[in-house]
């Protein structure tokens, strides 16, 4: 199962960017850096790619090797129509995605 240990973003456009509720509207994750292990080599992959993949059946989580937190991440589609991703624990939407390094 890959693990996403860090996020790149980029900052959204203001004028015709609609922010989901409860996230950070200045910026949206474009890709992510991941990896088979915790601690193997990693991969970048689009948020797209990232995307069609969960939506396929492959499971993901994330992995923030400065604390060692987890959680599963699941394929969304905002408002706008644009594929995003969030993580979830116990059913729940969480940060974690959000909290992981930049890259």
Do not use: K
Request: charged residues 20%.
């Amino acid at each position: 199962m890959p693990f996403i240990r860090a996020i790149r973003t980029l900052p959204h456009d203001t004028d015709t960017a609609v922010a989901p509720p409860g996230t950070e509207a200045a910026e949206h994750v474009v890709a992510v850096l991941h990896s088979v292990t915790t601690t193997g080599p990693t991969t970048t992959t689009s948020v797209i790619g990232v995307h069609r993949r969960i939506v396929s059946g492959e499971r993901f989580r994330t992995f923030d090797e400065r604390n060692h937190h987890q959680a599963d991440v699941v394929a969304r589609i905002g408002p706008d129509g644009r594929r995003l991703l969030a993580t979830t624990i116990d059913g729940r939407t969480t940060q974690h995605l959000r909290n992981l390094p930049r890259f």
